[in-house]
């Protein structure tokens, strides 16, 4: 019940496309869901998060679109560039436990 | 750049020798955690802190001792290292409130042969 799945594994998407990418939880009590950019040799970066209480986070080109009754939450990347290039986490928390997804490889081509 | 620095960044040693990773922070956050990274797993968190000497488990804590004896340095101990340790290990620190990570460290790339 702690496991966020996350999909796909690895994305490849062409320069001004659209990067989507998926996440599903099973715990209903987790009410804070963060996305984390990482690129090589770095530590993950908070990037936007998004509360139950609204159904989409819009900051720039990034997007989460959050579906409660499904359990599923989303990250958009519009108009992606090569330096979007990087791995991706999607998280979920309750306030005493936070888990991270497996994470998502996007490689954007120029 | 929320200040936090972890040392060493690469290091290589023998099974069953002790290991100590440190992570240094310059401003003071009550929490504090140790992650490591593997392929397929994304982060889990071995440790955490909440303030000076007050420590708790994580989901993967076995082999794995910290100490917090000043808020700026949060010390991970591996008592006598396996293979299995092998990996990339992340500190981070949440600003205001707890099981949130918001700023990690650029991680520890521990090798065990």
């Known amino acids: 019940q702690q496991q966020v799945k996350q999909s796909p594994q690895s994305l490849i998407v062409q320069k001004g496309g659209i990067s989507i990418i998926n996440c599903a939880y099973e715990?209903?009590?987790?009410?804070?869901f963060p996305w984390y950019q990482q690129f090589p040799g770095k530590g993950p970066a908070l990037l936007i998060a998004?509360?139950?209480?609204?159904s989409e986070k819009k900051e720039g080109r990034f997007t989460i679109s959050f579906n409660k009754s499904a359990k599923q939450f989303s990250l958009h990347i519009m108009d992606s560039q090569p330096g979007d290039s990087a791995t991706y986490f999607c998280?979920?928390?309750?306030?005493?436990?936070?888990?991270f997804g497996p994470g998502t490889r996007l490689s954007v081509l120029p | 750049d929320a200040g936090i620095t972890q040392s060493p960044r690469h290091k290589v040693t023998e099974t069953g020798t002790p290991v100590t990773l440190r992570c240094h922070q310059t401003?003071?956050?009550?929490?504090m955690y140790w992650y490591r990274q593997d392929p397929g797993h994304g982060l889990r968190l071995i440790h955490y802190?909440?303030?000076?000497?007050?420590?708790d488990k994580g989901e993967v804590s076995d082999g794995y001792s910290v100490s917090r004896s000043k808020t700026e340095d949060f010390l991970l101990t591996l008592e006598s290292a396996t293979s299995s340790q092998t990996s990339v290990y992340f500190c981070?620190?949440?600003?205001?409130?707890?099981?949130?990570?918001?700023?990690f460290g650029d991680g520890t790339r521990l090798s065990i042969l």
């Open positions: 981070a620190i949440s600003v205001g409130q707890a099981n949130q990570p918001q700023h």
């Open positions: 998004i509360r139950p209480d609204v």
């Open positions: 998280a979920a928390s309750n306030g005493q436990n936070f888990v």
């Open positions: 715990n209903t009590a987790f009410d804070y």
């Open positions: 401003e003071n956050h009550r929490y």
């Open positions: 802190s909440y303030g000076v000497k007050d420590t």
